[in-house]
Structures are given as C-alpha cells and as structure tokens.
C-alpha cells in the first residue's frame, strides 16, 4: 500500500496575491479619503488612468504606463500613488504583497540637453503680430492676434492665457489674475478633453494691467459672463494651441 505523501504547500504567487480586482480597491480608496472630491487630485488622476486600462491584472499596469510615455514627473508621481494604496491594502490584508515596491521611477532626463530657446527679438515679435494681424494669407490667423499678443506682452504659459475667465482681470484695481491652466489631458488638445486646473507652479501670481493691456483686452471681455473664457477661436471655443501651432504658428515662423 503506496502511502499518500502530504501535499507539499503551494508557494505563493507574489504576482496573483496582488491581482484581484485592484482598480474596484483602488477606487474604494480613493472614495474613503474624499480624494473623489477634486478632480485634481493626485490619487484621482490616477485612478483615472486605471479606469482607462480596465480590469487588467496588476503586472500589467507599469507596462501600460510606459506604453503611454508619460513624462518622468507624471510617471513617478502616479507610481507613488500605486505604492501607497498597495501599502495600505497589505496593512488591511486585502493583498499579501505590493508589487509595485520592486518598480523604480523614470529617472529625469538631463537638462543639458534640452537646447537652450532664445526668445524672439522686438523686430521677429512686431514681424509677428503684424502678420497675424493682417492675416499673413489665412483668414483665420487674425483671430490669434491677440492670445499672441498677450502672451508676448505678459510670458504666461499658453494653457494660462487660454484658459484665462474675464473674472479674473480686475479693471478697477488694475490687475489680472493668472491663477489656472484649461489644459490638455491624456484625451487630447480639443476643447471637451481639457480640464481647468491650477497652474503649473501650483501658484497663483498677479500681473499689473497695463494701458497696453487693458486695451488689448477690454474689448474681448465685452458682453461676456465672469465665467467665460477671453480667448476664443474662429469657432468660438477656446483657443486649441496645438492645431493654432500646426496651421497657423509653424507656417508662419
């Protein structure tokens, strides 16, 4: 008689311990912290990213992120988010191990190679905003006259002139208030798949209305509401600086 030899313990299986359905607990973490609450939110941006790859197993997730090529910054700060939900799902013995303990971020690409952009000289910028101006062959061009010139005149970034509100110019204390960005999102340039969000500092910074200021802008907020937008396109959406580089700047230039 063979005798039945005990069965020897499974091993565990680090990647199937933290499978499961890590985006339903991701999720319920986000929603108990209140994260659920802003929309920019660090842990809701990357349950976000989740919801987009769908229930896929836990292995899987790092090499979806390099497949979209984010930036180092958005890599690592989204990676941190999955390390600490996973910590907390092993302290409350949801899962048994974090897998995403053993991944490293992006490490930053030198600045040293990034070539250095000169800014343009007064001659290349009046050559520009005459040419807009007159519309340099493209009716369109015109309408870009003044988010051109605005920008010239006070260096914000593109995302904060355009997603600028006619609330936040104050033509009485003589001042205009840079404190949000209508910027792109994994989704695309286009209007419906942009967000407001705060700068790209994160702070918010007064710059004094000028004459020349006030008088390139006091035309464009007439007969608008606080809320809308002072940059508009040919087709009265906000402005899309991605497709004005492509038709309109490129050519140009």
């Not at 910028?125 to 807009?132: G, Q, V, Y």
């Amino acid at each position: 008689i063979k005798e039945n030899k005990p069965a020897k313990p499974q091993q565990e299986n680090k990647s199937k311990a933290s499978s499961g359905s890590f985006l339903g607990l991701f999720q319920q973490y986000v929603e108990m912290t209140g994260s659920m609450e802003n929309k920019y939110n660090k842990f809701y941006i990357t349950l976000k990213m989740l919801q987009s790859f769908g229930e896929i197993p836990v292995e899987e997730i790092i090499p979806r992120m390099h497949a979209k090529k984010y930036s180092s910054n958005t890599f690592n700060e989204r990676l941190s988010c999955l390390k600490k939900v996973s910590n907390f799902l092993v302290r409350t013995g949801k899962f048994s191990y974090n897998l995403f303990s053993e991944v490293k971020g992006m490490r930053r690409s030198s600045r040293s190679l990034v070539p250095e952009r000169m800014p343009f000289t007064i001659e290349e910028t009046n050559k520009i905003l005459e040419a807009l101006k007159n519309s340099m062959g493209n009716r369109n061009a015109a309408w870009y006259f003044p988010f051109v010139k605005f920008l010239f005149m006070t260096g914000v970034r593109n995302a904060e002139a355009i997603g600028l509100t006619v609330e936040k110019i104050n033509f009485k204390e003589k001042y205009i208030l840079i404190n949000q960005a209508f910027a792109r999102t994994d989704k695309g340039h286009h209007v419906k798949a942009r967000v407001m969000k705060p700068t790209k500092t994160g702070n918010a910074r007064y710059i004094p209305l000028t004459p020349g200021l006030e008088e390139l802008l006091l035309p464009l907020v007439q007969n608008k509401a606080a809320r809308d937008f002072v940059f508009l396109g040919p087709k009265g959406n906000p402005i899309d600086d991605h497709q004005f580089q492509i038709r309109i700047w490129n050519q140009m230039l």
